[in-house]
């Protein structure tokens, strides 16, 4: 388990700071990033980030939807955390229901993805990501 969580942690890390930068998506949560809100806490009483990274994308919920589905090394899911790489839309799967005007007070866009980053090579699926972002 500790050599897998490795993984996880290392490639998420990289992918959230890939997806930081990427002119198409709006934000990035990810708990070892600068930039979240509760960074230094997380610094202190966590050993890495975790495998978990959500961002949002800018543009369109049928482009997140597209994105999604047309990933290669990601698998569309709703359950998150597994040894493979997972990716999800909330606002087409498990909050699909709630109506948009509800999920926008809850804060929860429709560009909002979330990554269960799983063991591939990182590199495999960084490159699966930026695919993805340059057809948008």
Known sequence: LGIRMERHCVSALAIAKMLERHPKVKSV??????????HDIARRQMRAG????????????????????SRRWFTLAESLGGVESLIEHPA???????????REKIGLEDGLIRLSVGI??????????????AQL
């Open 29 to 38: 949560s990810y708990p070892w990033l600068k930039s979240h809100p509760q």
């Open 50 to 69: 975790g495998g978990m990274v959500s961002f949002v994308l800018k543009g369109s919920l049928k482009k997140s939807e597209h994105f999604v589905s």
């Open 92 to 102: 087409s799967m498990t909050h699909a229901s709630v109506p948009k005007s509800e």
């Open 120 to 133: 591939e090579d990182t590199q495999d699926l960084i490159a699966d990501l930026k695919e993805g972002l």
